[in-house]
């Protein structure tokens, strides 16, 4: 068996990791929709009590809880953004070896990644 020849269990290792590493991208890019969402319904109630003259105490919890919900958003963007950059790496890594050329998880990984990355530049 030559060197370049991965056994079988680094390519085990290999499609964990991808598999890992695609969880982490597809979890973090849901909850960023969700925080956007619940951020943009909580701006929605900021203006509603401000619009109702509510009380100042509604008033000033409803804008924490916005400004909170912005906090989330760009936490876990960030997180995002990360975990996107470190599949391309393991991507792009394990592209460059032919033996992974038909790979499944392999495959899988570039369509989430292109997938991640579009939604990414949308939101």
């Known amino acids: 068996m030559s060197a370049s020849k991965v056994t079988d269990s680094e390519r085990l290792a290999i499609q ?3 598999k890992i ?4 991208a597809k979890r973090l890019l ?3 929709v969700l925080y956007k969402k619940e951020g943009e319904d ?11 003259n509510g009380e100042e105490w509604d008033i000033k919890n409803a804008k ?10 760009k936490d876990t963007g960030d997180r995002l ?3 996107i950059q470190e599949l391309r790496t393991l991507v792009d890594s394990v ?3 032919p033996e992974f050329s038909e790979d499944k998880e392999l495959l ?10 579009a939604h990414m530049s949308n939101i």
């Open 64 to 73: 924490r809880l916005f400004e909170e919900s912005q906090r989330m958003v």
């Open 81 to 83: 953004g990360k975990a």
């Open 30 to 32: 849901k909850e960023l």
């Open 21 to 24: 590493k695609v969880g982490a």
């Open 16 to 18: 964990r990791q991808l």
């Open 42 to 52: 909580n701006h929605r109630k900021v203006d509603q009590r401000i619009a109702e």
């Open 95 to 97: 592209k460059s070896r």
């Open 108 to 117: 899988d990984a570039v369509k989430d990644l292109t997938e991640a990355t």
